[in-house]
T-cell receptor
Framework: ETGVTQTPRHLVMGMTNKKSLKCEQH?????MYWYKQSAKKPLELMFV???????ENNSVPSRFSPECPNSSHLFLHLHTLQPEDSALYLC????????????FGQGTRLTVV | AQSVTQPDIHITVSEGASLELRCNYS??????LFWYVQSPGQGLQLLLK??????LVQGIKGFEAEFKRSQSSFNLRKPSVHWSDAAEYFC????????????FGSGTRLSIRP
């Protein structure tokens, strides 16, 4: 049990669909992240939220739209994705301004068909 | 520029044998170093971390790592591996107080030979 829960664990969607990934952390952290993990590529940081405010967007295409309604919840809204967007999407949280690591959820395996 | 290099993409060791996974980093300030493990289809779990103090750090599951500033290395070791250690291992370097600045290596896949 990592304290960071992601749903769904698996998702298959067509290129014209709209879906959302959900992440919830029960650790009292104030920062949350979305990472993309593709086969044979390093982990890519997509978005960072500190205290519900987006502080980083690493040149992510607009077909990925994050939402952070509060410090415990993070969403990734998906629309008109491409097959190359198929990957494992990992959510993480941390406590900023302290010596701590990022805690990861188990990820959502996304397949775009 | 900050970077993390894991030179070994895939390593196979026999069960019961010792293990060393290599990690080299490039970082402008005092680095904060991590090793994470990822089982298939799972998220990343922290094995150990180094922030300051003793350069030999102990982690979970019998792993340890040694920070060598002169070599810019933070290699992971285990004296005797178990079949359950088969997984992907990621080294990472980051800045104090900001997990968003963590940079991950490309990972080393560990296979265990029975």
């Amino acid at each position: 049990e990592t304290g960071v829960t992601q749903t769904p664990r698996h998702l298959v969607m067509g290129m014209t669909n709209k879906k959302s990934l959900k992440c919830e952390q029960h650790l009292g952290h104030n920062a949350m992240y979305w990472y993309k993990q593709s086969a044979k590529k390093p982990l890519e940081l997509m978005f960072v939220y500190n205290f519900k405010e987006q502080t980083e967007n690493n040149s992510v295409p607009s077909r990925f739209s994050p939402e952070c309604p509060n410090s415990s919840h993070l969403f990734l809204h998906l629309h008109t994705l491409q097959p190359e967007d198929s990957a494992l999407y990992l959510c993480a949280s941390s406590q900023e301004q302290s010596n701590t690591e990022a805690f990861f959820g188990q990820g959502t395996r996304l397949t775009v068909v | 520029a900050q970077s993390v290099t894991q030179p070994d993409i895939h390593i196979t060791v026999s069960e019961g044998a010792s293990l060393e996974l290599r990690c080299n980093y490039s970082y402008g300030a005092t680095p904060y170093l991590f090793w994470y493990v990822q089982s298939p289809g799972q998220g990343l779990q922290l094995l150990l971390k180094y922030f300051s103090g003793d350069t030999l750090v102990q982690g979970i599951k019998g792993f340890e790592a040694e920070f060598k500033r002169s070599q810019s290395s933070f290699n992971l070791r285990k004296p005797s591996v178990h079949w359950s250690d088969a997984a992907e291992y990621f080294c990472a370097v980051g800045a104090w107080s900001s997990a968003s600045k963590i940079i991950f290596g490309s990972g080393t896949r560990l296979s265990i030979r029975p």
